[in-house]
C-alpha cells in the first residue's frame, strides 16, 4: 500500500476502520483479493514475490505495508516486503509480540511502513525509526515516509476519515472509497522532499493517482471494518491505469468465532464505469 488511513476505537459501533490506496506499477503481476485457498485469510497477492500488501483473517487479525520512498536506492531488499504481513496473518502472535520477533530480520527489507492489529491492538514498526508503537484511539495515517508524517495525502486522508466519523451518515465501504478516490494534488510549498523531481513529486501527491508516465498509480482501493457486535467487512476496488473501475470484491464474516468455523461470504462484482469521485 502506499496509504493508509486507519480509525482505531473512535466508535464503539465501530472500533476499527481501515482505507486504504495501493500504488504500483500496472505491469506487476498480481491477483486481486481473493480467499486464499492454503490459508483462512484474504488478500491479493504478488504474483512477482508471492507476499501481499494487505490482507484480513482470523480472529479479525489485518496487516498491511508501505515502502519508504528514499533516494539514492532502487527500494530492493534482499526479501520481498510482502512476506511481513503475511506472516502475521498466517500466525496467532499478539501484535507487539509478532514485531518484537521479526525485528531481528528487519534490515532484510527495503524501508517500510509495517501495520499489524486483532480484536485487542493494533501496532506500527518500521526499519526506519526506531521502536514498536502501540495505537491508541485516534486517527492514524500511514504513507511512504515517517509514521503519521504530515504529508498532504496523509492529511487530507487523516481529515476525510474524521468527517466519516463527525455526522449521522452510514459509515460503509462505498462512503470511504469515495473518500480515497481523491486526485487533488498538493501545492508546490507543500510537497515532500523524497529525491524525486518536483514535477513527479507533484503527481504522486494525490491520495488517488491516475497512471501517468511509467504506468504508475493506484491499482485498488481496499476497505477493512470491523463493527462493535463482531462483524466484518473486507472490500477491495480495482483499477485500470486509466482510473476505470474494472472489478470489486466484497466479503463478510462475523467475530468471535473459532478460527475453523469462520466462513467467508464472497460477492465479485466487475464493473465497467469509473465510480464517482
Known amino acids: 500500500m502506499c496509504l493508509i488511513i486507519i480509525a482505531h476505537r473512535m466508535s464503539p459501533d465501530h472500533p476499527l476502520v481501515l482505507a486504504a490506496n495501493r500504488d504500483e506499477f500496472f505491469s506487476r503481476p498480481t491477483r486481486q483479493a481473493h480467499e486464499w485457498p492454503d490459508a483462512a485469510i484474504i488478500a491479493g497477492r504478488d504474483l512477482r514475490a508471492g507476499g501481499t500488501w494487505l490482507g484480513v483473517g482470523r480472529g479479525g487479525r489485518f496487516a498491511a505495508v508501505t515502502n519508504i520512498r528514499e533516494s539514492g536506492g532502487n527500494g530492493a531488499g534482499r526479501r520481498s516486503r510482502g512476506e511481513l504481513p503475511l506472516g502475521f496473518l498466517l500466525g496467532d502472535e499478539a501484535p507487539g509480540e509478532y514485531l518484537a520477533g521479526r525485528s531481528a530480520a528487519f534490515g532484510d527489507y527495503a524501508g517500510f511502513n509495517l501495520l499489524v492489529g486483532d480484536a ?92 501517468g508516465e511509467g504506468n504508475y498509480g493506484t491499482r485498488c482501493i481496499s476497505v477493512f471494518i470491523r463493527r462493535g457486535d463482531g462483524a466484518c467487512e473486507f472490500t477491495e476496488r480495482n483499477f485500470a491505469a486509466n482510473g476505470e473501475c474494472i472489478g470489486r470484491h466484497d466479503f463478510a464474516f462475523s467475530l468471535p468465532q473459532p478460527p475453523q468455523m469462520i466462513q467467508f461470504t464472497r460477492c465479485d462484482r466487475s464493473s465497467r464505469s469509473t465510480p464517482a469521485s
Request: aromatic share 6%; net charge negative; glycine share 10%.
Open 120 to 211: 485487542e491492538s493494533v501496532c506500527h514498526a518500521s526499519n526506519r525509526w526506531p521502536g514498536i508503537r502501540e495505537l491508541g484511539r485516534g486517527i492514524y495515517g500511514l504513507s511512504n515516509g515517517a509514521s503519521d508524517s504530515n504529508w498532504p495525502k496523509v492529511v487530507r486522508g487523516k481529515g476525510k476519515m474524521a468527517e466519516v466519523f463527525s455526522g449521522d451518515a452510514a459509515i460503509d465501504a462505498d462512503a470511504l472509497i469515495a473518500r480515497m478516490r481523491d486526485e487533488q494534488q498538493a501545492g508546490e510549498a507543500e510537497l515532500p522532499d523524497t529525491g524525486i523531481p518536483d514535477v513527479q513529486e507533484k503527481r504522486l501527491s494525490s491520495m488517488f493517482i491516475p497512471a
